[in-house]
């Protein structure tokens, strides 16, 4: 049995919260809510940097200017956003670790479109 659910938004950080969300679940992420919100918003601004070479992407992605946007815009104070940033180096899941040294795990990392769209596509066997 196959099931296609097709999500729309017009809001980029929407798509990453449901994906990371189900990555969460799948992964054995065991990620809390705030977790979620910060994963989410390092996945949207490596979307936004997608365009610069991997070594370039990953100094922006955890610049101290890219920290203190995600700050501002996931609303998390910056105490709880150093503290969760920590937690994320430490937490593993079945593809391994979510940050490796400074960098985010290829594995987690997810593309999109620019028109918002997900399409989540569920297979039972």
Same mark, same amino acid.
Do not use: C, W
């Given at each position: 049995? %196959?099931?296609?659910?097709?999500?729309?938004?017009?809001?980029?950080? +929407? +798509?990453?919260?449901?994906?990371?969300?189900?990555?969460?679940?799948?992964?054995?992420?065991?990620?809390?809510?705030?977790?979620?919100?910060?994963?989410?918003?390092?996945? #949207?601004?490596?979307?936004?940097?997608?365009? #610069?070479?991997?070594?370039?992407?990953?100094?922006?992605?955890?610049?101290?200017?890219?920290?203190?946007?995600? +700050?501002?815009?996931?609303?998390?104070?910056?105490?709880?956003?150093?503290?969760?940033?920590? %937690?994320?180096?430490?937490?593993?899941?079945?593809?391994? #670790?979510?940050?490796?040294?400074?960098?985010?795990? %290829?594995?987690?990392?997810?593309?999109? %479109?620019?028109?918002?769209?997900?399409?989540?596509?569920?297979?039972?066997?």
């Amino acid at each position: 049995m %196959e099931k296609v659910i097709k999500l729309s938004t017009r809001k980029d950080i +929407v +798509v990453y919260l449901i994906y990371v969300k189900m990555i969460s679940i799948l992964h054995n992420l065991n990620l809390r809510e705030k977790q979620q919100q910060v994963l989410a918003y390092l996945l #949207l601004y490596n979307q936004r940097y997608k365009h #610069l070479p991997t070594g370039e992407r990953n100094r922006m992605l955890f610049s101290t200017e890219s920290r203190k946007q995600i +700050v501002i815009d996931s609303n998390i104070n910056k105490g709880s956003f150093d503290n969760i940033m920590s %937690e994320l180096t430490k937490m593993e899941g079945t593809e391994g #670790l979510i940050v490796i040294d400074g960098k985010l795990n %290829e594995k987690y990392i997810m593309y999109h %479109e620019e028109n918002n769209n997900i399409n989540i596509q569920i297979m039972l066997k």
